[in-house]
Each structure stands twice: as C-alpha cells, then as structure tokens.
C-alpha cells in the first residue's frame, strides 16, 4: 500500500478511470462528487469495469480486483475527502467558471504540500490557477482517454509552478504505471491536441479537394502511419529512415517543405465537407448510438490489447 490519499475531484467518466489507474498502483482513493447518486454510480460502474477487465486478464498492477477495489471510496464531503490528501485530481466538467471555483475552495482546505492538479484538455493553467495561494502546488495533468489503456499524461506548469511539484507528479505517474511528459511552458492545445489538430486539418483537405474518401483517409493512418507511431514517434521515425535525423533533413527537407507549402489555410468544420465525412462514417443512420458504443467497446479492446503488446515489448 502507498502512503498518503489521493483525492478524485468529480466522478464522470475520467475521474472513474483515474481511480482505477491509482487504485492499481496501491494508492488509496478517495472519489469525491457534489452529488451522492453519482458518486453510487460511479462506483458500482468503476466494480464492473474491474470484473470485466479481470475476466479479460487486464486488469492492471499487482494487487487483486478485490484489493484494488477497497481501496476506493466515494464521498460528498470536500473536506472530509482532503483529509490526508497529498494529490488532487479534478475531474470536473471542462467549464473555466466552475474549475476556477473549485480550485479556490481546495486551496482554502489543502497543506502546503497538497499538489492540485487539473485533467483539463484545453484551460490553461493560468486562466485556472492564477491567484491562488498555492499556486506553486498547482499543474495540468492532461490524461488520454482512456487513461486506463493510454498511458500519456501531459503534465503542464503555471508559470509559477514549483519545480518540485512537477517532479512529484512525474514519479507519481511513473508509479502508477503512466507515461507523463513535461512541458516546460504553457501552450494553447498543449502538444497532444496541437499533433492532432494537424492531422486533422489535413483530413479534412484532403477529402474537401476529392483526393480521398474519409474512410481511405482513416486507413492511411490505421494501417500506415499509426503502426508506426504506437511504438515510435515522428522525430525517431524520420531519424531512423536515413542515417539519423540530419540526413533526413538533407535528403527530404525540400520535398517536406514544397509540400508544406501546399497546406493551405486553417479550414472552417462546417458545411458540406462536415455533412461528406459525418454520413460516411455512419454505417447506418438508425442506429447511431448503438455503432457508438460498439465503436467504443472495439477501440477500448484494441488499446487494451496494443497496451498488453507494448508491455511485452
Ligand atoms: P464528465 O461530465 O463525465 O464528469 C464530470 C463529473 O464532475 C460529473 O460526475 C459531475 O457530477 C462532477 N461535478 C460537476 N460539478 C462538480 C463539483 N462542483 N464538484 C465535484 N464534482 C462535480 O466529464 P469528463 O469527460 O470526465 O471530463 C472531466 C475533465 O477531464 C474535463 O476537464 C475534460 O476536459 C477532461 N478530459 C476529458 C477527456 C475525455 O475524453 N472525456 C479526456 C481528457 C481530459
């Protein structure tokens, strides 16, 4: 068992998975909500989410389903929930407002060892934290979803975050069985969204230009790039396609850079281009929610088993 609690802020669908991640490290979790119906929920969902992934043989860390689930429990008492906390995850819905509300109440009932710490995918730190008091105890822990099978975590400072709370959430995530990078400062859309954001764009050129259709433009990174980019990252791929990153420059920069050029500007996600792409996707318009969850379903047993496979590595 590991020393000191560790404090869920909001029990939705990532606040669940971020017990279960500190759960199967040995952590004790508290899994705090305003209202007890969702924290009830979430528990019995967080129980049966352990059973299949004991079923399946991947359920994470080294203690039992049993252990790992008495580790967590649920309450409606923020104060109560603090007591001995040395980490906070807020998982609370993505509203500035309302995370600038609770970040203020947890600053008046944490220690001055206490890190806060926010899921967020696109606030900035200092939009969230500027003004508290203890604003050096303060960072972004941006997970994947979902976190249980995609081990990234962005970890991304106010400007006057500690050093020592960035290295503290670092090695907690390390032994939770996470993979935390540091951003050294803050950036809109941080790195993750921003890589995304990119691939994207040009998706959505290449189908409005009738290059590809979307399901092809899907393929290319299912069965093409994305093989790759599971293991290794865009810089060691291109290192290794020559005789290190240099001599990728040399021998490809120009090609890169003509077609770069050729990007375009940034495209606006309406119209008739979003209809194109929206309809191709759906395999039958009846059924939306139903493809959804099997969609889901499919993409959490591939991940989990790429997670199983990157292990065995
Ligand atoms: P969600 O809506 O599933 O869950 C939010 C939870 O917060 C609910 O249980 C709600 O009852 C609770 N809540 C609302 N007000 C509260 C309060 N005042 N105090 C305590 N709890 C309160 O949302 P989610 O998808 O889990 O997202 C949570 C955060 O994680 C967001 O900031 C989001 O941007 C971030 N995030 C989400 C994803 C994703 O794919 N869903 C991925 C990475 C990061």
Partial sequence: LQEGNIVIVGSGLIGRSWAMVFASGGFRVKLYDIVQEQVSTALEDIRKQMEELKKSEM??????????????????????ALHGAQYIQECVPENLDLKRKIFSELDLYVDDSTIISSSTSCLSPTSMFTGLQHVKNCIVAHPVNPPYYVPLVELVPHPQTEMATVERTYNLMKKVGQSPVKLMKEMDGFVLNRLQYAVISEAWRLVQ??????????????EGLG???????????????????????????EGIKRVLATFGPVPDFEGE?????????WEDVRDKADQLKAGREYRNTCLSHLAKLKKEM
């Fill in 209 to 222: 230009d009738g290059v590809i259709s979307p399901r092809d433009v899907d393929l290319v990174m299912s």
């Fill in 59 to 80: 359920l994470r860390g080294a203690l039992s389903m049993e252990d790992q689930m008495a580790l967590i429990s649920g309450c409606t008492d923020l104060k109560y």
């Fill in 227 to 253: 093989m790759r980019y599971a293991f290794l990252g865009p810089l060691e791929t291109a290192h290794l396609n020559a005789e290190g990153f240099k001599s990728y420059c040399e021998r490809y920069g």
């Fill in 273 to 281: 281009v979003a209809e194109k792409i929206d309809q191709a996707l």
